[in-house]
């Protein structure tokens, strides 16, 4: 029959075996724990991935409504654009007269335009008004002083500017900056509007000038001058004294 082991080899077997089952459980609670952390860990990318997703959205749903806004701009732009009048002003030769270079102010909106201010820089001067000092000055006159009242849609304006030999060959200013302000429908006012214009654009060029009354009236005058040379070296003429022998007329009958 063994030996009965002693009292303190026993405590000690005991000892050990807690001692291990306290390091099993440790370990055990070290693996939940590190396992929950992981849990913890993903849970926390999830919910950051979620967050930038939904930042994402945020901001494409921002970004989207700041297009929906700017469209919405530009069509109420456009449409209050369509309703106005727009003015334009231009230096342009006059398709009737040769070599006249006109101020030509034009309303091509569909809208009445109102209390128009045309302003040029520098301020607007002719060849025709140097050393006259009995010649209009266009600068002064009502309408850049004090602008149009109105201007219907279709209205054009045209002002004797310059002969063109004389102003592009002269040394005043070739180039102006205009600037035209007016009100619109509701005497709401309307966009301000700039204009470059350069005279030089017409240096080395020729003109085609379409053919009006006025160029009909001469031609007509022309041809009455030579039918009129044309009869006096008529015999008939010459033996009554320039006047035309009608036979059948009682006062050129001969009896």
Same mark, same amino acid.
């Given at each position: 029959?063994p030996p009965?082991?002693?009292?303190?080899d026993?405590?000690a077997?005991?000892t050990v075996?807690?001692?291990i089952?306290?390091l099993?459980?440790? #370990?055990?609670?070290?693996?939940?724990a590190?396992?929950?952390a992981?849990?913890?860990?993903?849970?926390?990318?999830?919910?950051?991935?979620?967050?930038d997703?939904?930042?994402e959205q945020v901001?494409l749903?921002?970004d989207?409504?700041?297009?929906?806004?700017?469209?919405?701009?530009?069509e109420q732009?456009? !449409?209050?654009e369509?309703?106005e009048?727009y003015i334009?002003?231009?230096?342009?030769p006059?398709a009737?007269v040769?070599?006249?270079? $006109?101020?030509?102010?034009?309303?091509?909106?569909?809208?009445v335009?109102r209390?128009v201010r045309?302003?040029?820089?520098?301020?607007i001067?002719r060849?025709e008004?140097?050393?006259?000092?009995?010649?209009?000055?266009?600068a002064?006159?009502? $309408?850049?002083?004090?602008?149009?009242?109105?201007?219907?849609?279709?209205r054009?304006i045209?002002?004797?500017?310059?002969?063109?030999s004389?102003?592009?060959?002269?040394?005043?200013p070739k180039?102006?900056?205009?600037?035209?302000d007016c009100?619109g429908?509701?005497?709401r006012p309307v966009?301000?509007?700039t204009?470059?214009i350069?005279?030089r654009i017409?240096?080395g060029?020729?003109? #085609? !000038?379409v053919k009006?009354? !006025?160029?009909?009236?001469?031609?007509?005058?022309?041809?009455k001058?030579e039918?009129?040379?044309?009869?006096?070296? $008529?015999p008939?003429?010459?033996a009554?004294?320039?006047t035309l022998a009608?036979?059948?007329h009682?006062?050129?009958r001969r009896?």
């Amino acid at each position: 029959m063994p030996p009965v082991e002693s009292g303190p080899d026993l405590i000690a077997i005991i000892t050990v075996l807690i001692a291990i089952g306290a390091l099993i459980v440790a #370990i055990l609670a070290w693996l939940a724990a590190n396992t929950q952390a992981k849990m913890a860990q993903d849970q926390a990318a999830e919910a950051r991935r979620s967050a930038d997703a939904a930042n994402e959205q945020v901001s494409l749903g921002k970004d989207q409504l700041d297009v929906a806004l700017r469209q919405l701009e530009l069509e109420q732009q456009v !449409h209050r654009e369509q309703q106005e009048p727009y003015i334009v002003v231009d230096i342009q030769p006059s398709a009737f007269v040769s070599s006249v270079l $006109l101020v030509v102010i034009e309303n091509t909106g569909p809208t009445v335009a109102r209390n128009v201010r045309i302003t040029f820089d520098p301020q607007i001067e002719r060849f025709e008004e140097i050393g006259d000092p009995s010649r209009f000055i266009l600068a002064e006159s009502f $309408l850049f002083k004090n602008g149009i009242p109105a201007m219907p849609p279709g209205r054009r304006i045209e002002l004797f500017f310059d002969l063109g030999s004389n102003r592009l060959n002269s040394d005043l200013p070739k180039e102006y900056t205009v600037t035209v302000d007016c009100d619109g429908p509701g005497d709401r006012p309307v966009e301000t509007m700039t204009y470059k214009i350069d005279l030089r654009i017409y240096e080395g060029t020729e003109q #085609i !000038h379409v053919k009006n009354i !006025h160029d009909g009236v001469k031609m007509l005058e022309k041809v009455k001058e030579e039918l009129g040379g044309i009869r006096k070296l $008529l015999p008939y003429e010459r033996a009554n004294g320039g006047t035309l022998a009608n036979p059948a007329h009682p006062s050129t009958r001969r009896t």
